[in-house]
Each structure stands twice: as structure tokens, then as C-alpha cells.
């Protein structure tokens, strides 16, 4: 279970790349637990690419307020202005309870803190789906999605031997396949009474604005979890008549085999096919036409490639509808702030909102569920490899490496803490 001593990993807010494991010495005794709140302490969580968005994108939209302050956190480290603690996803574990209907030992999926220092949530349980929703007003701005913690059946153990790679993938990828289901079924789906803008936002959105029938798809990033999980939807989880022509991935070299391997694309291309003057070329290739529909989606491709064949296709077809799910982790080039014009941006919480409305709790998280087995079974199972670490040490060797490139984009890492 980790050191006696509480571990956090504390983070510099101007560079993300700089992070610190800070001891707690002083951690004990813990704050009182008011009625009605439990106490959690973190057990599996990942480190993905979409952590360092947490991070990179923390002051704008509150992830640097999900946990207080600890009071114990030594100096330099409780400097809020410059440094600060972000979330990962993962499986946690009620370590005390003062609410009747969460006994101690119950397992939460959910946004957790990276580190073993327990934390309180102030907490209601949703009736209709058994979810435990935080309600504390420090998180109150948050977008929802970050706020609902799904509890494991009673018994399970998600570190147990029979469910500890199941719990691994949920940590690595399951809020990201989310947003794919989220984008195949409401933003690009196929029931006109059930679409939503991208963004999620009460704004038009139209069947032909979602219409991916005969579309050329055009995927930058494609060996991230959220593309993948998309290609999986649009090939696997279609009607036959609502299904692209296409489904292109734009990637690095160094991924390119592993993006061929998972049998969801119909041409891998690298950057430098799309870029450098070679746009136009490319377009042609794959067969874009004035009568073309075609869906450049952004899932934190490297560079301006995206840019580039954005200013090729616009020039052939006027049918373009252009995503932005993710930006460049290195922080260079593609990114929110280099989004061509006429872009618009998808926001999983916001459409996950609007979903829930249309499909009710219930279909939706039995739906959503379902999809995430498939995914898992065949992609995750059969193309990806989990990289299991221990301890928060390994979590920071393994953040390190992810920010320098150096992960093969086959692993998912996971940590027991």
C-alpha cells in the first residue's frame, strides 16, 4: 500500500516538465472527516499524454483547485503560485467513512490525486445510477466529468488478479475512449434527435453538419488512445450506411507500425507526407473531390501538419469540418491557439452533459460501458501493451519519459501506489 510516510507529486504551474516527490513528514494526524464525506486514498492511477493537458491547461478551466491545500506541504512546495498538484485518472479506495450508504473498502473510478496522501470528498450518491458525485464548492466550476466517481460492484478488487489488467486499461484509457463514443454517437452521429455540437454547447449543429457517410476522416495524433478510440467507433459501432469512405491516420514515423497494426485505418500517413509542399498531393490521393465531406479531427498531433493539409483540402472541398480534441504535448506548433479558422473544439464533458439529457443516466453509462469492453478487447487486448510501475518515484521516471518523447506508443503506464 505504499510508505506509512504520504507522498505527493507537486508541480512547477510554468513548466510541467519540472515536478518534484514531496515527503510528507507532518502529514499525521489527518484533518477530522465531517458527516456525510469519505476519505479516499489513490491505488492505480496512469500517466498519459492527456495528464499533462491537466497541467498545461490547469489555470483556465480549475484543475489546479480539484484538492486543498495540504498542511503539511513543505516549503518551497506551498507556494501556490508556483507549484501546484494536478489528477490523474484511476481506482481509489475508501479509507473512512462518515456516509451511510459508502462503507470503508468501496472502490472508486475516478479523478484521483497523484500521491498516497489521503484526501477528503465532500460527496452525495446519485439514486438513479449508484455514482458518487463531489459537491465540494472549491470544485463547484469544475466541468462534471471530473466530479462523478463510479464505484466498483462489492467484492471487487481492481488490484486482484483476475481484474488487475481490466482496472490497468480503465486507468490508461477509459475518459479518453469516452470522448470517441461521445464524438461517434452525438457530435457525429447518425439519430438526428440525439446531436450535439462538438463542444456540447446549446448551439447548431445540423445531420449534415454530423454526417460522416462517404467522408473522408483524417485522424492527426492517430496513435493516441482518443483517436484510436475513434476509428474503433467509426469502424466497429456504425450503421454500414453511415460509415466514412475513409478513415486516414497522420502520425510519427516511430508509431506508424503500431497505427498499421491496429487494422483501423485506411492509409497511415506520416507528418512529412502532409507537409512541406505535399499537401496537395496528398489530398489527391485520397480521392478528395469538390463533393467530398471530409473531417479533419486533431487528437495532439505534432507540428503544422495539420494546418498545412487543412489549407490543401479547403481549397478543393467546401465541406470541411475541422476538430480540435487536443493539442501538441510538446507545447510546439499544432495546438488551441493555431486552430485554423471556422475550427471548433470538443469539450467531453460538455457533450457527456448533453448526452445524459438525451439518453438518460442509465442507457448512457450502460451504453458508453459496452463500448469501452470492445475497445478493450479489440484494440487494447490485442494491439497495446500496459507498463506497470510501483510506488511514486516510478510515476515520476514514468511522467519524465512521457515528456520526453520516449515512450513507445504501444504502452500504456499504470502505478500502484
Known sequence: MGSTTPQVQIIDKSDHTKQ???????????????????????RIISVTTNTFTYARLGHVLGWWNVWPAIPSLPAPYDDSSKYGRISAWGYCEVTE???????VGTQLF???PIGDYPEILQVVVDDETGHILETTERRAGLM???NRYLPSPPGVDPLSADTRSSAAWDAVAR?????????????FGWDKTKLVHPSGAPVPWTSDDASLADAVVVLFGASGKTALGLAHQLRRARPAEHQPRKVVAVGSAKSRDF??????FSDVLLYEDVSGGTSASVVAKLGIDANTKVLLANFGGRGTADQE?????????KNVVTLMVGGDPTGNGSGFGSMPSGSVVCSASHLRDAALKLDGA?????NSAREWSRFKEDVAAKAMKLQWGKGLQEYSQGWDALCSGSVDPTLGLVYEI
Open 20 to 42: 518534484y516527490v514531496v515527503t510528507l513528514n507532518d502529514a499525521y494526524p489527518l484533518p477530522s472527516l465531517e458527516k456525510g464525506n469519505i476519505r479516499i486514498r489513490s
Open 97 to 103: 467513512s462518515q456516509n451511510d450508504k459508502i462503507p
Open 110 to 112: 475516478g479523478y484521483l
Open 144 to 146: 462534471h466529468i471530473y
Open 175 to 187: 475518459p479518453l475512449a469516452e470522448t470517441s463514443y461521445l464524438l461517434n454517437r452525438h457530435a
Open 259 to 264: 497505427t498499421e497494426g491496429t487494422g483501423l
Open 309 to 317: 493539409l487543412h489549407a490543401a483540402v479547403t481549397r478543393v472541398s
Open 362 to 366: 442509465t442507457a448512457y453509462f450502460e
